[in-house]
């Protein structure tokens, strides 16, 4: 008996739909454009303008649904090849070859690019990203109580949310929340975000007993 290949966008769709969030929802939980996600799950990867434009999706997406960011880019790679290769063999001989010397010049350029702003993106950040720092940096906590306080601190000034939710920061940055558990599994999402745009996504489960 064969075993169904898994793709990536089987994977996504597969916890998507276990989460009961459409396209549209999940686009809009993420700041992403849909038709991004709805290329990803269907393997339409003419959508993307480079190899590494999804991987920022791709990390937002597996802090999202609890997987591994590693295992979800090893199947994008894998597809993305299978992909490129069947470009290529629907084109003529000739047109493969002036193809695949471009494609490999721009493949080329585009990641030198990369590099050049990713160094200047972190020299860049290094004074202006907001860090959070979590008392308890234990991202899955077992409660006995329905009770539970999450502390922490934000430094270089920041906005926080918690699930959604503003969260009031003290003027040290420092923050506290009294929150309410109920039985079972209590997801929390902490998104970091300066002069209203998103930074980075923390994620925490906190389960009661």
């Not at 090849?81 to 493949?107: A, E, G, N, V």
């Not at 906005?159 to 923050?175: P, R, S, Y």
Request: glycine fraction near 6%; charge should be positive.
């Amino acid at each position: 008996m064969s075993k169904e290949k898994i793709t990536l966008g089987y994977v996504l769709t597969k916890y998507r739909l276990k989460s009961n969030l459409t396209t549209e929802q999940l686009a809009d939980k993420l700041s992403v454009e849909e038709k991004y996600l709805i290329a990803l799950e269907k393997g339409d990867y003419y959508e993307f303008t480079s190899l590494n434009q999804p991987f920022p999706i791709i990390k937002r997406l597996s802090y999202v649904f609890g997987l591994k960011y590693n295992i979800l880019i090893e199947l994008y790679h894998q597809e993305y090849d299978s992909y490129i290769h069947q470009l290529d063999q629907q084109k003529t001989k000739p047109k493969l070859i002036i193809s695949h010397t471009m494609m490999r010049m721009s493949i080329g350029i585009t990641i030198g690019l990369i590099i050049t702003i990713y160094l200047g993106v972190q020299v860049y950040q290094l004074g202006y990203t907001p860090v959070l720092t979590l008392n308890n940096k234990d991202t899955y906590e077992i409660n006995q109580t329905s009770q539970y306080t999450l502390t922490g601190n934000i430094s270089r000034a920041g906005q926080l949310t918690l699930n959604g939710q503003k969260v009031i920061l003290k003027e040290d940055g420092k923050f506290e929340i009294v929150l309410s558990l109920r039985d079972g599994e209590n997801r929390l999402e902490l998104q970091v975000s300066k002069d209203n745009k998103p930074l980075k996504i923390t994620q925490k489960i906190v389960y009661k007993q």
